[in-house]
């Protein structure tokens, strides 16, 4: 029987949620060779390929089945109202959220200044402000907060990535307006847009995304949105994924393993989400974006406390920390968000029929 993704991707077909656990943990994983000393170990997947490491993968494989989950929240969703609710009430609460930690608690807990100094600088206030709105680049520091950690005076670094996330929302929603989902080829077209006058033009578009990791992000979340748009095509096999790493491993040296590497990482990650492996785990929550919201800012805690641990005993003490807030994060805002916002768009549109 042939296995279309379109199948795959239907309710209760797939356990994509776990490959995003995964990668979550992985960005986790990454930071830790940044963010505590390493004893001259190097991040072991930057070792092997050169130009990427884990934390990278794992924030392309994020946009990546990002691109696919939020083309097809457009495409199924009753209205545009649907839609909006269930992207901002996903996104804001949970950040907001962590954003008051940081300021409210981490902030004057691990301040060099007193609480009167710390709260009267206009620095505290534009990190809660900018890292909550999540239109221009977030900013990185609380006044004297981590400033002697071996990545100082960064609170929370893996933001960046939000304000990135919400404009390709932004770019699914235009997109989905003009109808460019109708047709696959529309998406495709996109895309091969996008890349071109990128590679033409680094200011258009993406002037608030700087730097090869974001523009590349973006790439992945619009591959993903063809991806999405081509499910009837796409065949999910075994004798399709493992003939793609072997051609990448034999051509490890050449000019085409890296293209090759990123189309078979995208093709993997639909085959092992489809696996027969992974659909028998089940997990109580979709733990992910609480892991990846509070990774960075629990490790900078843990480095500013302990400054002689090193990047993998540290992982004894960040990971279920940061499991132990993720699954607060989801059973405590963000599963009653997301019900919050189903109710109002329910209600929105039960009215609207009126």
């Keep these: 029987m042939i296995l279309k993704l379109s199948e795959v991707l239907k309710r209760d077909n797939n356990n ?13 994983f990454g930071h830790s060779f940044d963010l505590f000393e390493t004893n001259d170990y190097e991040e072991p997947v930057r070792r092997l390929l050169k130009f990427d490491y884990s934390g990278s993968l794992a924030v392309y494989v994020f946009f990546f089945l990002s691109g696919i989950f939020i083309t097809a929240s457009f495409v199924r969703s009753k209205t545009i109202v649907r839609f909006l609710l ?5 996104i804001w609460p949970a950040l907001i959220i ?7 608690v981490i902030g004057p807990l691990f301040s060099l200044y007193p609480a009167s100094q710390y709260f009267t600088s206009p620095i505290t206030w534009t990190y809660l402000f900018t890292n ?33 996330e919400v404009k390709c929302y932004c770019l699914i929603f235009f997109a989905g307006c003009a109808r460019l989902f109708k047709r696959w080829y529309y998406s495709v077209i996109l895309f091969v847009v996008f890349v071109v006058v990128y590679l033409a033009s680094p200011i258009f ?15 992945f979340f619009i591959a993903g949105s063809v991806v999405y748009n081509l499910r009837k095509y796409i065949i999910i096999d075994y004798k399709i994924a493992l003939p793609l790493i072997i051609v ?22 639909l085959f092992v989400g489809a696996s027969a492996l992974f659909k028998k785990i089940s997990l109580p929550g979709d733990y ?9 800012l ?8 302990y400054p002689e641990i090193t990047s993998y005993p540290s992982l004894f003490i960040t990971v279920p920390a940061t499991c132990l807030l993720a699954i607060l994060s989801w059973h405590l805002i963000e599963a009653p968000a997301n019900k919050l916002a189903r109710s109002i768009a329910g209600k929105y549109e039960y009215w609207r029929t009126k």
């Design 248 to 269: 990448s491993l034999l051509l490890h040296h050449t000019g085409l393993f890296m293209l090759l590497f990123y189309i078979t990482l995208c093709y993997c990650i």
């Design 205 to 219: 578009f993406l002037k608030y995304v700087p730097g090869a990791l974001a523009w590349k992000s973006v790439v």
């Design 16 to 28: 994509f949620g776990l490959v995003r656990l995964i990668a979550a943990l992985a960005v986790l």
């Design 132 to 164: 909550s709105k999540l239109w221009s680049e977030i900013a990185y520091n609380l006044p004297g907060v981590f400033t002697k950690n071996n990545y100082a005076n960064t609170v929370n670094g893996s933001l960046w990535t939000l304000p990135i």
């Design 288 to 296: 992910s974006y609480g892991i990846y919201i509070y990774a960075f």
């Design 98 to 104: 962590c954003n008051i930690i940081a300021v409210f």
């Design 86 to 90: 269930m992207r901002a009430f996903r």
């Design 298 to 305: 629990t490790q900078q805690v843990v480095a500013s406390l």
